[in-house]
């Protein structure tokens, strides 16, 4: 993207869209996919409960990377803690 693409973007808005979806498209990384297994209880139930209570998130995500390598395991797939 150069000055006249950002210029363009104030007055084209579809325009403006298109390439931004382009440019967002480019920058997922290529090894991207959907789980198999359900990630969103460990979520709701590890984390949003205690955020709620007024712990932090930071101190939640060790509990939620333990849930999210259950499911996982569960589901079949080999879990690698480094």
């Not at 139930?45 to 998130?57: D, I, P, R």
């Amino acid at each position: 993207m150069n000055v006249a693409d950002i210029k363009r973007l104030f007055d084209y808005t579809e325009w403006a869209n298109d390439l931004a979806m382009q440019a967002a498209a480019n920058a997922i990384w290529k090894g991207w996919n959907m789980v198999t297994y359900p990630d969103q209880p460990v979520w709701s139930n590890t984390v949003v409960t205690q955020l709620v209570a007024g712990k932090s998130l930071s101190s939640l995500l060790p509990a939620f990377g333990d849930g999210l390598a259950q499911n996982a395991q569960a589901a079949g797939y080999k879990v690698v803690r480094k």
